[in-house]
């Protein structure tokens, strides 16, 4: 017998290692992008089927996910099936760290979960891409991706996953939130377009090499590319004071307020250098926190 | 997103071939580089509806170029006018007549502004006559260098990070484009732009150039000087040399100016162990069968057979007659700037031209400051300069006696030279004096690679033993001698990233002095026989 009810789970992220334009192997330009997770930041989806042929959403202000819910019971159940989709999560909303996809996947995930089903990662993003203009890569933890975040497909897949790093998160306007499917997508100019082409290639090499020297470094350009398009107050204050502290580089939401100021977990000074890096943010106003892996 | 006009049928021609020649340096070999700008080029003013389907394309060109734009206009449907002039080889003219591109060679130079003045004045009329005529550019378009980025996306994908990028200057695209891209992740890299005597692109007073591939005397606008860390010149002979030397030991088969690219790249390599060196070889040595790769042709190329020399000779400026390979620490400065500096350094220029080259500072010299050159020019403000000597000169400077406060701190002379005359290394540490109107009135060693001290890293230089004469304390001459040791790195050294010294934690007067010198401390110490050390560094680069 079916049970009556089913459970999902999906994770945050701090914003992006790299956003920008990519092409694909016809030589297509697409928007795309990594995230970079954060696994302590869930949002966790409940799906009850109660007999209804309704579907209802606590908090009322997922619609998003439930629109996902609706389009997975859509897509995979045979009869129409109503019920109940609770979600709880502890992911700051409006600063770019994912809230709102999380709560997609996580509902998707549920209602699968429910029908007792098992989907690739592929379809799941598609359904996610069709609730939410927009979608992140975080789904994707065995093996990191370059996602087309606003179609829903994968332009690169790496060999490996991402490799662990340690950050400090910064919200650099704690008082505004960004709005993702109002925001503006950036306009690149040409020079930039190129950036990402020797930025992909040190990307791939990070990756495939599990180099967060490198990833700092691809981490540090798109954030700086970004400023002409969603500017982060203080950057330049936040890279000095990761520079005189042995920081790997700082990475950005390029649609949210966070910043994140990237080291190695693998180095043992890297604490220690955390902690003075807090305290100097401290010192200029900032209200830093510690993300370890 | 929006698709783009594409003319991709060439791409695996425009890419390079990836050569590991030693260790830490790679060639990047091209059939033909300049597919590359002209593909992006062409499918940019399709992009921006300045090249119609089939339209013509008008350019003035006699090399690569040329040839480039003939290919894709055969692959993609387009027409091509070319003007040229009488350099145009023979073979090339052929093989683009095959290519049903007309060509059109200008026979007699303009009254007044040469051949490349009446090309211009051709090309015009063909513009404006041709409707819907389009113009690549390449000396002016800005979509030349952008095009680089899939060469910089390829370099990092093969080679990874890359530490310095060498290659021949002609229109300004690769460099300045390549390097651009490089340093958004890479911005210590290190770029050095190669061109030859008598060439204006980079301060040489305008005159006919040698080397193929570089043949304009005005400056094109896509070279952006401010690119350039180092500048060399080779001339042609040179370049030839180098050329049958890259055929002879590794079997590639380049045009000159790749030739060139590889000698200089070979030199800055050895001088720079473990860094990641790529060389650009734009084209190969097919269209120079009849000429480089022809003993009786060369038998006719001015230097031939004259012995070369076998490193280049560092320059104070830009400006000054070159017989051979040279070099200058371009610094990444406009040429405005350059040049303005150069003006300062003439007076002097005749010292300097007589200067050796580095490497010759190792070797054995006569001893005794009557045969010493300097070899920095003089530094700002109270006119002193630097002159190496050799590890016997202690009569040199054994005249700088300390104050006492300073005597504990410093090593006596005579320790100094006979630690220096008894090191392992010789070749790696350089004693140097401070002179002022031919007094001498400080001194200092630096060292380097096998002579560094314990506590410094493997690729820095160190300062030791600073003394200034207690009679010529507090006339600014400590700091004169930290910006002429900084100014020797830099000119000599391009690529050490810092400069590291030890100053005891008590001696404040040493300690003030190198940090109004743009030292600073790394907060690391270090427990010497007098005591305990901070290690101060002075860093060259932002990396």
Request: proline residues 6%.
């Amino acid at each position: 017998m079916r049970a009556t009810e089913g459970r999902g789970e999906a994770i945050g992220h701090h914003g992006e290692l790299i956003q920008g334009v990519f092409e694909d192997q016809n030589a297509r330009l697409h928007r795309g992008l990594i995230s970079l997770p954060c696994r302590h930041l869930k949002s966790t989806a409940n799906f009850k089927n109660n007999g209804e042929e309704r579907l209802s959403v606590t908090p009322q202000h997922c619609q998003k996910a439930k629109r996902a819910a609706e389009l997975t019971l859509k897509t995979f159940a045979r009869s129409s099936i109503g019920g109940r989709l609770t979600i709880k999560s502890n992911i700051p909303i409006g600063r770019g760290m994912g809230s709102s996809t999380a709560d997609v996947l996580a509902s998707i995930l549920a209602v699968l979960n429910y029908l007792d089903l098992e989907s690739t990662p592929h379809r799941i993003m598609a359904i996610a891409v069709g609730a939410e203009a927009a979608c992140d890569s975080t789904l994707f933890s065995q093996q990191a991706v370059l996602f087309s975040h606003r179609e829903g497909f994968v332009i690169e897949a790496f060999r490996n996953p991402l490799p662990a790093i340690d950050f400090i998160s910064i919200d650099t306007t704690p008082n505004q939130t960004v709005d993702t499917l109002v925001f503006k997508p950036a306009q690149y100019d040409p020079f930039e377009v190129g950036v990402f082409r020797p930025l992909r290639s040190l990307l791939r090499r990070a990756i495939d090499d599990s180099d967060v020297g490198l990833l700092g470094r691809v981490a540090t350009a798109s954030a700086r590319i970004n400023e002409r398009f969603l500017p982060k107050p203080r950057l330049f204050d936040i890279e000095a004071i990761g520079a005189r502290h042995g920081a790997l580089g700082v990475q950005v939401a390029h649609s949210g307020t966070v910043v994140g100021l990237m080291f190695d977990p693998a180095k043992e000074r890297s604490t220690e250098n955390m902690d003075l890096a807090m305290c100097d943010l401290r010192n200029i106003g900032l209200n830093p926190s510690a993300f370890r892996h | 997103m929006a698709s783009k006009p594409l003319m991709r049928n060439l791409v695996d021609f425009e890419n390079p071939r990836i050569i590991e020649l030693n260790d830490g340096l790679c060639g990047a070999s091209f059939f033909l580089m300049k597919l590359l700008p002209a593909r992006f080029i062409l499918e940019r003013a399709v992009e921006q509806r300045a090249l119609k389907i089939g339209a013509s394309i008008c350019d003035s060109s006699s090399g690569n170029f040329g040839l480039a734009l003939a290919m894709l206009a055969a692959q993609h449907g387009y027409k091509l006018t070319l003007v040229s002039d009488p350099s145009l080889d023979r073979h090339l003219h052929t093989r683009l007549a095959q290519l049903n591109v007309h060509v059109d060679v200008v026979s007699k130079p303009a009254r007044g502004g040469g051949f490349q003045q009446a090309r211009s004045e051709r090309l015009n009329r063909y513009l404006r006559e041709i409707p819907g005529s389009y113009w690549p550019a390449p000396h002016s378009n800005p979509d030349n260098p952008l095009a680089y980025a899939k060469l910089a996306e390829l370099l990092i994908d093969r080679v990874g990070k890359i530490d310095c990028l060498v290659g021949p200057v002609g229109s300004g695209g690769s460099m300045c484009g390549t390097s651009r891209y490089l340093r958004v992740p890479f911005p210590g890299l290190h770029t050095i732009g190669i061109d030859s005597p008598k060439s204006v692109l980079f301060g040489q007073l305008s005159g006919k150039r040698q080397l193929s591939g570089l043949e304009r005397s005005i400056i094109p606008s896509n070279i952006n000087h401010s690119h350039f860390d180092e500048v060399h010149w080779l001339t042609q002979a040179e370049a030839f040399h180098a050329t049958h030397r890259l055929h002879r030991d590794y079997g590639l088969f380049m045009g000159p100016t790749g030739g060139a690219a590889y000698r200089v790249a070979n030199w800055w390599s050895q001088r720079n162990p473990g860094k990641k060196v790529v060389a650009i070889f734009p084209d190969e040595g097919h269209r120079y069968i009849e000429t480089v790769y022809n003993e009786d042709w060369l038998r006719s190329v001015p230097g031939w057979r004259e012995s070369l020399r076998e490193q280049p000779v560092p320059v104070a400026a830009p400006t000054g007659e070159l017989t051979g390979w040279s070099y200058f620490a371009w610094g990444r400065r406009t040429l405005d700037q350059v040049l303005a500096s150069a003006m300062e350094y003439a007076p002097l220029r005749s010292s300097f031209e007589n200067r050796l080259p580095p490497q010759s500072i190792k070797q054995k010299r006569p001893s005794g400051a009557m045969h010493l050159k300097p070899i920095t020019p003089p530094s700002e403000g109270c006119g002193a300069r630097l002159i190496a000597l050799s590890r016997f000169d202690d009569a040199a400077v054994i005249h700088l006696k300390l104050d006492p406060e300073q005597e504990q701190f410093v090593d006596p002379l005579e320790v100094v030279f006979s630690d220096l005359r008894n090191s392992s290394w010789p070749e790696c540490e350089h004693p140097f004096s401070i002179v002022v109107r031919d007094e001498a009135v400080g001194f200092f060693v630096l060292r380097e690679k096998m002579a560094l001290p314990e506590w410094a890293p493997p690729d820095v230089i160190t300062l030791h033993s600073l003394r200034v004469g207690s009679t010529h304390q507090r006339s600014g001459y400590g700091e004169a001698a930290m910006r002429l040791a900084v100014q020797w790195v830099l000119v000599n050294r391009p690529a050490v990233a810092c400069l590291l010294l030890a100053a005891n934690v008590r001696n404040l007067t040493a300690r003030n002095v190198y940090l109004r010198s743009g030292f600073c401390d790394t907060g690391a110490t270090y427990c010497g026989p007098v005591g305990t050390q901070n290690i101060l560094k002075y860093i060259f680069d932002s990396e």
